[in-house]
């Protein structure tokens, strides 16, 4: 398989991944989330090349993770900023981070801390589930299938709660 083929995957990390599995594109978003809006800014903090950094926030504005907003008339000047879609993001930014400050951080530790703004004390974000709000242990989680039945991942069983289809007919699987 080829990578721009991995978009047509029955699975959400590899679609994702097919428009933001770049390291640029992460980093593109990373400074999207420190503030950065103007292209000189991305240009400065990530010292690539103005064709592969417009490259990479085309991408973006075409995937409505970026929005592109004229901010000047004359000269005519753009800057982008982060749609409701590229807002969601922020917990897989987060995540790195959180994952790059437990296991890549220097001797003098992680370079941000991360603040929050409503209670004013520095946090770790912590994936929490969304019914109990206890924290996500990957140990305690388990798949469940909600496509085709016939297309289900090796070991991962179908998702009782869901109707699944065969994918070749199309019809209710029982």
Do not use: Q
Not at 77 to 95: A, W
Request: aromatic fraction near 6%; charged fraction near 30%.
């Amino acid at each position: 398989m080829r990578w721009d083929e991995i978009c047509d995957l029955p699975c959400s990390v590899a679609r994702t991944l097919s428009v933001v599995g770049d390291r640029w594109t992460l980093l593109v978003l990373r400074d999207c989330f420190l503030g950065a809006r103007r292209f000189e800014a991305f240009e400065r903090s990530l010292g690539i090349s103005p064709h592969l950094l417009s490259t990479r926030l085309t991408k973006l504005v075409e995937e409505s993770i970026l929005e592109r907003r004229l901010y000047s008339e004359r000269p005519r000047r753009h800057e982008y900023r982060l749609t409701e879609k590229g807002v969601d993001l922020y917990p897989v930014v987060v995540s790195l981070t959180r994952w790059g400050d437990r296991w890549m951080a220097h001797d003098d530790g992680p370079p941000i801390a991360i603040e929050h703004r409503t209670c004013g004390h520095e946090t770790t974000p912590v994936l929490t589930c969304s019914e109990c709000h206890e924290p996500l242990d990957p140990r305690e989680m388990r798949p469940l299938w909600n496509g085709p039945r016939d297309a289900a991942p090796p070991g991962v069983p179908p998702n009782p709660r869901t109707r699944t289809r065969t994918r070749r007919t199309g019809k209710e699987a029982r």
